[in-house]
């Protein structure tokens, strides 16, 4: 329902009372204390790519946001509201241009975050107002799809269970072909497992050889790990439309099965946001302090390399490899030196890209934008900054950890006609393994397991 | 000295001084009531790094130019930034030495320091509302607030480069200016972005807790560690 400037439409009013709610004081300091100094400007993408076109400045962005904040909740808005350029919000109309702006103009990646000299951080009330948004039904369609599907069936690609157990079965069957060991597993729901290996939804659908690459790492480690039959899906789309609730059960789901099989760690495969979400964000959300130790797989297979439990040729991966930073990984999580520790140890030719690490640009596919169709043109457009950073590697292939960043750098490669692959650490270790005698010693093992539980069951 | 220079040099500054002390102790205890975020998740990271020490980076930042892409990128930004808020340090000092402190006015080498400090800032403070009015992004950004506060304050460093010397014998205008526009200043701040430094200490530190626990702080742009062999 729309409305006229005397009178505020419904959702106009709903999202300035859930404002209120969702305010908390780190957000409250950042929409208080920016000074309109304009040194973010230049770390976003979207204004390194829209050269004179001011709207794209985070600053810019953050005062869409800032004025409801100053109007409503902020007392020298309410007193000289025009002096400190505070507002509110009227009609669905102004709602449906505060979602282009916090959904179209910015993928959440925090780089003017960490280049703020007054410490704003625009990326967490920008998701903030997304939340707000969403709670009135205004989003872009996709990612009300994605987050109709994570709520309803579990998981944000709508993957049924007797899909995602047959996916696992079918990759279980290719490891036995591969590694010539019939007795090789992907266990399903093993309780007392070290390992509960938790994955993104796009391995089953689109990229079921990353679970195979990861299940031959973990057969050739020799490791107790299991794959939970549900709450697998460690993505989590109330990242992306700022909707904690979500956030917190999705990340309950996948909490409460560790917990019931009684896991003593948590590992999350290679996901920027699904990282973030799973290990970060997520005992926030859905408030409760995990009892066990949760890692990406990087960190796990970079610690079989390390303690002797698998072993590593690098001349496997011949070429020229530079790495990307996902920027939930580098940005939100600090995990920028294991990746590349493990990367020197499967391949021969590595090439920084730059800037790097948490200063690294965002793949543009970022903050769930690769579900927002009706933004492609503008995502595309700033994707620019990527390809340039690529490109200046001269590598021929980007290596990344997050199923997101492969979709958006394929995305935009393409579009930029880069020529270049794109591929996950799981798939380069995997290629790198050195598995002469472990079939061997891993059918002895089976054999002997077997011995003693039919002794046991005798 | 006239009786209303010698009120503007002290009654006039303590009452601005007293109410500018009231509206930021209502402006902390306004921001203190809104509820901190709690942050469970174990930290994240190499372990040569915590949420203390995310902290002590992130309030350390602002004299690490190198340290942010935004500040290495634009030197010359940075040594504007210093300069303008030297000078204000300058001038608010100024404020008090002339009425509580005039002696060490005195020294030729004293008032030259000032009239540099505050010089500088009024020039640095020209170029400011120059790049404010003539850049598009500053100028889409800006607030009638953050012109008119930019204006008061290169006003202000202009007066106090005059009043420095504490010199009246060629009239009490000056003086009577400068006094007059640091009573306004100090009555106007609270309201105004101004007031930025209120909140620094603890925007800072809470995203340097936030990044120390995730292993961001400090930030990295070299190998954290030995390879492995």
């Given at each position: 329902m729309s409305s006229t400037k005397n009178e505020r439409s419904y959702k106009a009013q709903k999202v300035i009372d859930r404002m209120g709610q969702k305010l908390n004081r780190q957000m409250v300091g950042s929409l208080a204390a920016?000074?309109?100094?304009?040194?973010?400007?230049?770390?976003c993408h979207y204004v390194l790519a829209n050269?004179?076109?001011?709207?794209?400045a985070p600053a810019y962005k953050a005062d869409k946001i800032r004025k409801l904040f100053k109007h409503h909740y902020d007392w020298t808005g309410k007193v000289f509201p025009k002096w400190v350029k505070a507002g509110s919000v009227y009609t669905d109309e102004e709602l449906h241009e505060l979602k282009d702006i916090v959904f179209?103009?910015?993928?959440?990646?925090?780089r003017c975050t960490v280049n703020c000299p007054m410490g704003v951080d625009l990326a967490t009330f920008n998701r903030m107002a997304r939340g707000l948004l969403c709670y009135v039904g205004i989003m872009p369609e996709g990612v009300e799809y994605v987050a109709k599907e994570q709520w309803e069936i579990g998981n944000q690609m709508g993957v049924l269970k007797e899909d995602y157990i047959e996916t696992i079965q079918w990759q279980e069957e290719e490891l036995q072909s591969e590694m010539e060991d019939p007795t090789a597993k992907i266990p399903?729901?093993?309780?007392?497992?070290n390992i509960v290996y938790v994955i993104n939804p796009r391995e089953i659908k689109h990229d079921p050889r990353s679970i195979l690459d990861a299940a031959k790492i973990f057969y050739a480690a020799g490791e107790d790990y299991t794959m939970p039959s549900?709450?697998?899906?460690?993505?989590?789309f109330g990242l992306f439309n700022g909707d904690d609730e979500l956030g917190g059960a999705v990340a309950g789901r996948v909490y409460d099965k560790v917990d019931e099989l009684r896991g003593k760690k948590l590992v999350i495969s290679e996901c920027g946001h699904g990282y973030r979400s799973t290990r970060c964000e997520g005992p926030n959300w859905a408030k409760k302090d995990i009892t066990f130790d949760a890692e990406s797989s990087v960190i796990t297979m970079l610690s079989y390399i390390k303690q002797g439990k698998i072993k590593v040729d690098?001349?496997?991966?011949?070429g020229s490899y530079t790495f990307h930073d996902s920027c939930n990984n580098?940005?939100?999580?600090?995990?920028?030196?294991e990746p590349r520790e493990l990367l020197s140890l499967v391949v021969e030719n590595f090439q920084e890209m730059?800037?790097?690490?948490?200063e690294n640009f965002c793949?543009?596919?970022?903050?769930?934008?690769?579900?927002?169709a009706e933004y492609r043109p503008s995502r595309l457009k700033s994707a620019k900054i990527k390809a340039d950073q690529l490109s200046a590697t001269r590598a021929k292939t980007v290596v990344t950890s997050c199923h997101n960043c492969v979709d958006g750098l394929t995305d935009l490669i393409g579009h930029y006609k880069l020529g270049m692959d794109v591929t996950q650490l799981v798939n380069l270790v995997a290629n790198a393994l050195v598995v002469d005698g472990i079939v061997e010693e891993n059918k002895k093992k089976y054999a002997e397991k077997e011995e003693v539980s039919s002794g046991a069951s005798q | 000295m006239s009786n209303l220079l010698h009120f503007s040099e002290h009654t006039l500054q303590e009452v601005a001084l007293v109410l500018m002390a009231t509206v930021y102790f209502l402006r902390i205890r306004w921001f203190l009531k809104w509820p901190l975020g709690k942050e469970r998740q174990p930290a994240t990271g190499l372990?040569?790094?915590n949420p203390k020490k995310g902290e002590r980076y992130s309030l350390g930042l602002i004299a690490k130019?190198?340290?942010m892409e935004s500040t290495r990128s634009k030197p010359f930004m940075y040594a504007q930034f210093v300069v303008f808020h030297l000078g204000v340090i300058a001038s608010i000092s100024l404020s008090f030495i002339i009425p509580?402190?005039?002696?060490?006015?005195?020294s030729a080498a004293f008032v030259s320091v000032i009239q540099v400090l505050v010089g500088a800032a009024f020039i640095v403070g020209v170029m400011r509302i120059i790049r404010r009015i003539s850049n598009p992004y500053i100028r889409a950004i800006s607030s009638p607030d953050d012109h008119f506060s930019l204006i008061l304050l290169t006003s202000w460093f202009a007066f106090a480069f005059l009043a420095?010397?504490?010199?009246?014998?060629?009239?009490e205008g000056t003086m009577l200016t400068y006094f007059l526009l640091t009573a306004f200043f100090l009555m106007y701040v609270p309201f105004?972005?101004?007031?930025h430094y209120l909140y620094y200490p603890f925007t800072r530190t809470y995203l340097g807790r936030h990044f120390g626990r995730r292993g961001v702080?400090?930030?990295?742009?070299?190998?954290a560690y030995q390879v492995s062999k």
């Open positions: 920016c000074v309109h100094c304009g040194m973010c400007t230049d770390s050269p004179g076109d001011p709207t794209f179209g103009k910015c993928t959440n990646c925090r399903i729901d093993k309780p007392d497992s549900e709450g697998w899906d460690m993505t989590n690098k001349s496997k991966n011949p580098a940005r939100s999580c600090g995990l920028t030196e730059y800037p790097n690490r948490a793949c543009t596919g970022g903050g769930g934008a690769m579900s927002m | 372990g040569d790094t130019p190198w340290a509580y402190g005039p002696g060490l006015l005195k420095a010397p504490n010199d009246i014998s060629g009239g105004s972005k101004i007031s702080f400090p930030l990295r742009r070299k190998p």
